[in-house]
């Protein structure tokens, strides 16, 4: 199965595994299964690192490829379709990059791993 995953999802698989539900454990390291970290995620690690609300033990330019590797995440583009799903989206959620995700994973049809409660009122598949 393939399952995009929020941006705090992936950093706290590296930084606090403990935030995870054990649903969410059992999903991560399932080989089996492909992990996706949006390009709007990264786009997101790197302006909250750069502002320094978000420390990193080294450079994001290092920090992103490397744990993507060691997670297994690969990464997905923002494509102009996504963009457009945007513009469809109730404003139950104003987080540009959280809107971002719930579009891409609308668009691919991919559910998405996210403790965040909004993306329930979005017709999505959240795993939590």
Known sequence: MTYLLDTHVWLWMLMHPEKLSERVK????????????SAASIWEISIKARLGKLKLPTDVRDYVPSRMTRTRTDGIAVQ???????STLPMHHRDPFDRMLIAQAQSEHLPIITSDGAYQNYDVEVLW
């Open 80 to 86: 102009p379709a996504h963009a457009l799903q945007v």
């Open 26 to 37: 059992g999903l991560l390291v399932d080989p089996s299964n492909k992990l996706l970290l």
